[in-house]
């Protein structure tokens, strides 16, 4: 079966310090990968996904990247943090597909806080 | 583009009463159409799904009909207990979009008391 980690599950940093946080799948083999942010326990914003190795899109402009340097491992990075960087950082897969057809499977988070 | 809305919460409601949380959709194509569910502190687990019109999703006794005609696709449950108290997201996936993106719905958190 598939599974999905991400670490750390926490952390807190002070503004203008670099972030990376790792996300890897098991299982499965080309999945999609994606990165999204939520604020507040509610909404989520979808930051980065990729389709394959060295394949980032990303959805809105910000400070953070993200990297694939291997088929099923996915970085957050960012070289200096903001206030508003702070918020609960999910990782997801999903089937191999170029458009709209499969469910994405999440993993367990991380909270960030930035000081 | 594509857009998905869900009733303002939180829905609060006592154990054993029937759920129901409503969820309208705007797409180009014919999406996928998905419930989440967040536990406290938890990543988003996938709760049912649907892919096409007139499919019914259902798991843990929730279940939700894909209804081409209003758009819609409402969370149902006919007796909830205090462990289902969490947000709901619901969501699709446009085959139209490039990566299988998902769009979601604000969330609905469901609080159930004993």
């Known amino acids: 079966s598939q599974t999905i980690h991400q670490w750390p599950a926490t952390l807190v940093q002070p503004v203008g310090s670099p972030l990376s946080l790792e996300c890897t799948v098991e299982?499965?083999?080309?999945?999609?990968l994606y990165w999204y942010r939520q604020a507040a326990g509610r909404g989520l914003q979808l930051l980065f996904y990729?389709?394959?190795?060295?394949?980032i899109s990303s959805e809105v402009p910000q400070n953070l990247s993200a990297s694939r340097p291997q088929d099923r491992q996915f970085i957050l990075s960012s070289k200096k943090l903001l206030l508003s960087d702070s918020g609960f950082y999910l990782c997801?897969?999903?089937?191999?597909?170029?458009?709209?057809?499969?469910?994405?499977?999440f993993g367990p988070g991380t909270r960030l806080t930035v000081t | 583009g594509d857009s998905v809305t869900q009733m303002e919460g939180p829905v609060t409601l006592s154990e054993e009463a029937f759920l129901t949380i409503n969820c309208t959709y705007t797409a180009t194509g014919y999406p996928s159409l998905f419930w989440y569910v967040q536990y406290p502190g938890e990543g988003l687990q996938l709760l049912l799904k649907a892919t096409k019109a007139d499919d019914k999703g259902s798991n843990k006794g929730f279940e939700a009909t894909y209804r081409k005609e209003t758009t819609s696709f409402h969370l149902e449950k006919g007796s909830v207990q205090v462990s289902d108290s969490a947000v709901y997201f619901c969501?699709?996936?446009?085959?139209?979009?490039?990566?299988?993106?998902?769009?979601f719905g604000a969330g609905t958190i469901l609080r159930v008391k004993s």
């Open positions: 990729s389709v394959g190795i060295g394949q």
């Open positions: 969501a699709l996936s446009d085959p139209m979009e490039y990566g299988n993106k998902l769009v």
């Open positions: 299982g499965t083999s080309n999945p999609n």
């Open positions: 997801a897969w999903s089937g191999a597909s170029r458009t709209g057809k499969y469910e994405q499977y």
